[in-house]
């Protein structure tokens, strides 16, 4: 059994900053890749970023140079570190974490708002 477990997130105005942190514990050792996804209301679950065991970083293009992705020196962490929000920005945030499936965190509310 896996879990994966999410602290951070909360209220922020815009041009705040959050960081998001997601733990796996559980019965998997190793986590080829660990990434975030975010739900906004209405919308369907998109990719943020992702990052590999080597270190190797995906994001989606909107993102660039506001969020940064990073692993734990364990590598069973994941962190999101994300700048300059804006309200397009609010969303459930998720962490993801693949090994021979992809497990999910239970997800934490982002909202950007003045």
């Known amino acids: 059994q896996v879990q994966l477990v999410q602290s951070g997130g909360g209220l922020v105005q815009p041009g705040g900053s959050l960081r998001l942190s997601c733990a796996a514990s559980?019965?998997?050792?190793?986590?080829?890749?660990m990434g975030w996804y975010r739900q906004a209301p209405g919308k369907q679950r998109d990719l943020v970023a992702t990052?590999?065991?080597?270190?190797?970083?995906t994001y989606k293009d909107s993102l660039k140079g506001r969020f940064t992705i990073s692993r734990g020196n364990a590598k069973d962490t994941v962190y999101l570190q994300m700048n300059s929000l804006q309200p397009e920005d609010t969303a459930v945030y998720y962490c993801?974490?693949?090994?021979?499936?992809?497990?999910w965190g239970q997800g934490t509310q982002v909202t950007v708002s003045s």
């Open positions: 993801a974490a693949v090994n021979l499936r992809t497990y």
């Open positions: 559980g019965s998997v050792s190793r986590f080829y890749k």
């Open positions: 990052i590999s065991d080597d270190g190797i970083t």
